[in-house]
């Protein structure tokens, strides 16, 4: 009788830990991730959107999105970045910004499409997607 009341116990117990850890900690599975917009980011999408920032961006931005003095500013904690649409994104990386621009938070001009006119849109769309995930 004993054993039993420690097995049934010990059962519930668990059984409401376990419950209220994953409330509190859910666990996130890799695959398609939906985004709080509504777009689902898997992990070919940020494949792809590491490999074109690191041939793209990387050189004047830094491998991990820091920054280079004199180069490129900072994208982990750009405003510009975290506080425009996808589709401005792209917009602003194709035309480019001007070394006076408020935005350009480096104070030295990015040429059009980042140097690379070559880049489609949805090329840079997967770069921005990749950035926003968190690199």
Not at 23 to 37: C, H, I, K, N
Not at 55 to 74: K, R, V, Y
Request: charged letters at 20%.
């Amino acid at each position: 009788v004993v054993v039993i009341v420690f097995v049934v116990l010990g059962q519930m117990g668990s059984t409401a830990a376990d419950a209220h850890a994953s409330t509190e900690f859910p666990v996130l599975e890799s695959g398609a991730q939906t985004r709080v917009d509504g777009t689902t980011v898997d992990d070919a999408t940020l494949a792809e959107g590491r490999r074109l920032y690191s041939e793209a961006c990387a050189a004047c931005h830094g491998p991990n999105g820091e920054g280079i003095t004199g180069l490129g500013a900072a994208l982990t904690t750009s405003a510009l970045l975290q506080q425009s649409t996808d589709r401005e994104l792209v917009t602003t990386i194709r035309s480019g910004l001007a070394a006076n621009d408020p935005h350009n938070e480096s104070g030295i001009a990015m040429p059009g499409s980042g140097g690379r006119p070559d880049l489609t849109d949805e090329e840079i769309t997967l770069i921005i997607r990749y950035l926003r995930a968190g690199m």
